[in-house]
């Protein structure tokens, strides 16, 4: 067995499933995949045993067996790729399923700006930040862009145990120099991206080609943001091509208070447009209530969209038209948005999305509804595009990094109701195709299901059975 933590050359064994396109998943049995000491994929073979893998193909690529780690998936179980979660507050985490009957600027203010604030102590930063990590991880999410605080040592700590827990990570520091609590603000403009240029400083010093952590510019939303500090985060990422995030139309109070912030500005998408903030390297969360001729800024603009059902239901927000944004070309992947989303799990993103696109159905056109392939996409692939690691992560292909997910289902023979083996919602009977096995782990399955994770070829989580 691989051991947890060190990374080094390795061949897995057995189904593969990941996604071809937006409409089609490929499903790759007895096959393998060989990741060198760097976590890169050199090779796939189809058809492909155990037997031939060490006699054949480690030879071929000048590898000793004794000197590679050697997992076989068992019948049944399959390789998937890592979720990414392309919008998720790590600071929230403690709140994850308290929200109540708010909508969300109260829920900013009862919940969220309170616990946001208490993170500058750094020894509930650090449990928080551990927890959240390590969970997410459990859940087989093996990418995140992550919202931390203001506070600038609690913002580097969450890098700090991202590299050293071994998760993919955007690490953005919150801007935010107006319209927030005394108790919780950037002091001013000027302060506010200088803080941020302390927290890229201090990335580029831990990981200097950004190769599993990087910065990512956080203007919050735009109510929170004076036009002086959005202009210079703008320049900012023009002077580091640095990603951004931020978050637009979830609400329609929400829209209405930019509207009256910013009565210059033809609309939401247009006042980020505006201070330079919308382009291709920019995630917008939510897109709930765009106007098409917000859609087609975005598009022309190439900026991205984190679609994130569980909190747009949560905190009603209401239902994002995924499948008119697809069809407009714009990139599109899923966030947790923990905690205005209650769970840490992209698999509930993925489940949720499936649903929310059935209730945009419901309003009147069938063809909103988004299968199984198409949301399983949204939470691997598109949302590798949405954080430009597309040619890295999001499925298998060699020169492309092994970030990874064993998932194994319960069978009914073996799932045990006193606790001995517990595998979860998911009783494969054995006559079920391997399209109704996926259809089966979307809709009831969990992180028992999440047998073992990898980041960059490194083991980062395994469940012990
Ligand atoms: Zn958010």
Redesign the pocket.
């Known amino acids: 067995m691989a051991v947890k933590g060190i990374p080094g050359r390795a061949v897995y064994l057995g189904t593969f499933i990941h996604s071809k396109s937006l409409e089609e998943l490929e499903y790759l049995h007895n096959s393998a995949a060989f990741v060198d000491e760097k976590g890169a994929i050199v090779a796939i073979e189809l058809d492909c045993d155990q037997k031939k893998a060490e006699e054949v193909l480690l030879p071929k690529l000048g590898w000793k067996k004794g000197e590679v780690t050697v997992n076989v998936a068992k019948p049944g179980q399959f390789y998937f790729p890592g979720f990414i979660d392309t919008?998720i507050?790590a600071s929230q985490y403690p709140n994850a399923g308290i929200f109540g009957k708010s909508t969300l600027l109260d829920w900013l203010n009862t919940y969220t700006f309170p616990m946001e604030a208490s993170l500058s102590n750094l020894t509930k930063a650090n449990l928080v930040y551990s927890r959240v990590i390590q969970r997410t991880l459990s859940h087989g999410t093996t990418t995140a862009s992550y919202?931390a605080t203001i506070d600038v040592p609690a913002t580097n700590l969450l890098a700090d145990l991202c590299l050293s827990l071994g998760q993919r990570a955007f690490i953005g520091r919150c801007c935010m120099d107006t319209l927030s609590p005394d108790f919780y603000r950037d002091v001013s403009a000027a302060s506010s991206l200088a803080d941020t240029k302390a927290t890229i400083s201090h990335i580029a010093s831990i990981d200097p080609t950004y190769a599993l952590v990087s910065p990512i510019i956080t203007p919050r939303f735009a109510p929170s943001c004076s036009s002086e500090l959005m202009h210079s985060l703008g320049a900012l990422q023009k002077e580091t091509g640095l990603p951004i995030q931020t978050?637009i139309s979830e609400n329609k109070n929400e829209v209405k208070l930019v509207a009256e912030m910013f009565p210059d500005h033809a609309s939401y998408t247009h006042v980020y447009d505006n201070h330079g903030l919308l382009g291709p390297k920019t995630i917008l969360?939510h897109c709930v209530h765009l106007t098409e001729e917000e859609v087609d800024l975005i598009k022309l603009r190439e900026a991205k969209i984190s679609h994130c059902p569980a909190s747009n239901s949560a905190i009603t927000s209401g239902t994002a038209k995924v499948r008119w944004l697809l069809e407009k070309g714009i990139e599109i992947g899923l966030g947790t948005?923990m905690s205005?989303g209650y769970s840490p799990s992209i698999l509930e993103a993925v489940r949720q999305a499936s649903l929310v696109s059935r209730h945009v159905a419901m309003e009147g056109d069938e063809k909103t509804k988004l299968s199984m392939e198409e949301v399983l996409y949204l939470g691997t692939r598109g949302g590798a595009k949405v954080i430009g690691l597309e040619e890295k992560i999001g499925g298998f292909g060699v020169g492309m990094e092994w970030d990874a997910q064993l998932i194994g289902l319960g069978s009914v023979e073996e799932n045990d109701f006193n606790g001995q083996l517990d595998m979860g919602a998911v009783d494969i009977f054995g006559w079920e195709s391997w399209e109704e096995r996926v259809a089966k782990w979307i809709y009831n399955g969990d992180d028992r299901n999440t047998l073992s994770v990898w980041v960059k070829g490194r083991l980062v989580h395994e469940r012990k059975l």
């Open positions: 919008h507050h919202y978050h969360a948005d205005g």
